[in-house]
């Protein structure tokens, strides 16, 4: 079996972006590249399953093919939503973020999208997905601990705690069942660098100059973040914490770096 350093498995705050990217550029970039880059100089030492728009049954069943094909060291997966479509083809499988919630006040959907809604017409049951997401992070932690994996999980949307600090009764996970490391609030994180905390005032500042509607930081993150993110992530595999992304020392949240995103660049320096 092939020795993997580190294998990266989730949707867009998890993607290698390789289309972004020259070969030679693996180690660049985003999170995923940078912390990469921190355990090796070898290409082949890597696993980055991220794909944009993917619902966690898809990074799980990438996930269960990895470990039964290598030997992995350290695994970093990102639960997405439950709100997605668990399963579409893989030539469609980024698309499983238009499960459009009848009546959401913040995404509105063309025509076009009428494939996508018939998901939720005819198939959408809030607690299967949430079912089935919440059986993905038990079985993921469960695996990694059977096999002596390092393992880090990422949740991008989803807050373990109320504002009284217990667990909510209808959220998407239960970290309770997590076996290693946890990190949260990456949404959080990616809203405040436009220098608020509200979700509406972040997509009305997006939507004028994002191209093509989508978001070019890198893991919806600048460089600064990405790099801390990183970080901490390595420190991660050490130990057995919960930690707030949104809340990291060293962020960058100025609006100076907000402001360059006008005309980003794809890359590190």
């Not at 069943?61 to 399963?87: C, G, K, M, W």
């Not at 893991?219 to 057995?240: G, T």
């Not at 914490?241 to 590190?268: C, M, P, R």
Request: aromatic share 14%.
């Amino acid at each position: 079996m092939d020795k993997i350093k580190l294998a990266v498995f989730g949707d867009s705050f998890a993607d290698h972006f390789p289309m972004l990217l020259e070969e030679s550029d693996w180690n660049k970039g985003g999170w995923p590249g940078i912390l990469a880059a921190s355990l090796s100089d070898n290409r082949d030492d890597f696993i980055f399953q991220g794909r944009s728009g993917t619902s966690t049954w898809y990074s799980y069943s990438r996930f269960l093919d990895a470990v039964e094909h290598n030997d992995i060291e350290r695994v970093v997966f990102s639960y997405t939503s439950s709100q997605r479509i668990p399963y579409l083809p893989e030539d469609i499988a980024g698309e499983a973020w238009r499960l459009v919630i009848p009546d959401d006040p913040l995404l509105k959907f063309e025509e076009e999208d009428d494939l996508y809604l018939t998901y939720v017409k005819y198939f959408y049951n809030n607690d299967y997905h949430q079912f089935v997401s919440q059986q993905v992070f038990r079985s993921v932690n469960e695996i990694c601990k059977e096999k002596g994996i390092k393992l880090v999980n990422l949740f991008p949307f989803f807050d373990p705690y109320n504002e009284d600090g217990h667990i909510p009764a209808d959220a998407d996970y239960n970290i309770d069942d997590a076996k290693h490391s946890v990190i949260y609030g990456l949404y959080k994180l990616c809203i405040l660098e436009c220098g608020s905390d509200n979700e509406e005032v972040y997509l009305d500042t997006t939507n004028g100059w994002l191209p093509a509607g989508q978001d070019m930081r890198l893991n919806h993150m600048n460089d600064v973040n990405n790099r801390v993110l990183a970080e901490q992530i390595s420190k991660l595999f050490e130990d057995n914490s919960v930690v707030n992304a949104s809340k990291l020392e060293g962020l960058d949240l100025s609006a100076e770096t907000w402001a360059q995103y006008n005309s980003i660049s794809f890359h590190n320096d």
